[in-house]
């Protein structure tokens, strides 16, 4: 999806409308979102371009990574506070074409602070964990939680699913790719998030019937998801996971129920 001219990033940052100004009004107007099957398009390359840039920026000097990353975040985060403007001044049901540009912008954000963080353990700067804080940019982005201050976390543990889960429905390939996504995604994620997913799991017949036989409920499943994952636990009731964020699970991991 990149070309010689744009990186991938670059081109995910033109999903944004354009801004114009509305003299009368005095106010803020907006062209049209992006084209549904673009967003889509690019969303089905974000994990192996997640994979390029992190192979890109090991080809750099160590002192020049981090300096890249920032950038690039930033370069992604204006976008995205246009797209959520923009989606302010239509109703709801106009939203939709909105959302899924904003959603692709979120997660390509998500998806590279995890590689600084937990893969590559690059530090931010403090200019930058400044700028974040001063932007309120979690507030902003919602499900992303980004900390810039150390604390005492839980280890995240993907060893644990290796026996738990249906042979018939999970092959080693398909583990595989999950342990990837859950590395690099997940500590991203907010805790209705992670409920949505282990209730995406625990509704479509991927556990062994040795490990439901175990838990007995989805509240027990969700405890251990989250010991799993190293992330302190999420309690929501399967009634009060929004539909809007099943579904973006399911979209993510779909190659789970081929």
């Not at 997640?50 to 000097?61: E, G, H, P, V």
């Not at 106009?94 to 893969?119: F, N, V, Y």
Request: charged content about 35%.
């Amino acid at each position: 999806m990149r070309t010689k001219e744009k990186t991938y990033f670059q081109i995910l940052a033109e999903l944004a409308p354009k801004e114009f100004w509305n003299i009368d009004k005095k106010e803020p107007y907006y062209s049209d979102f992006a084209d549904i099957e673009r967003v889509r398009e690019l969303e089905a390359n974000l994990y192996d371009e997640i994979k390029y840039f992190r192979a890109d920026l090991l080809n750099k000097q160590p002192q020049d990574r981090i300096t890249i990353i920032e950038y690039t975040i930033r370069e992604l985060l204006f976008p995205y506070e246009t797209v959520r403007l923009a989606m302010k001044q239509l109703p709801d049901p106009e939203r939709g074409t909105g959302r899924a540009s904003m959603l692709l912008l979120s997660r390509a954000i998500s998806g590279i602070i995890s590689i600084t963080e937990h893969d590559l353990k690059l530090k931010f700067t403090d200019d930058f964990a400044e700028y974040w804080e001063r932007r309120q940019i979690n507030r902003l982005l919602g499900e992303l939680n980004y900390s810039y201050k150390v604390g005492n976390k839980k280890q995240m543990d993907l060893s644990q699913l290796d026996n738990i889960f249906n042979p018939k429905r999970m092959d080693d390939k398909k583990l595989d790719k999950l342990k990837r996504d859950l590395r690099d995604f997940t500590p991203t994620y907010d805790k209705m998030k992670i409920a949505a997913l282990a209730l995406t799991i625990y509704e479509n017949n991927l556990l062994h019937d040795n490990t439901m036989v175990e838990l007995k409920n989805f509240k027990n499943w969700q405890r251990k998801f989250c010991n799993i994952l190293g992330v302190e636990e999420s309690t929501y009731k399967n009634s009060n996971i929004k539909d809007e964020k099943k579904q973006e699970i399911k979209r993510f991991y779909s190659y789970l129920f081929e």
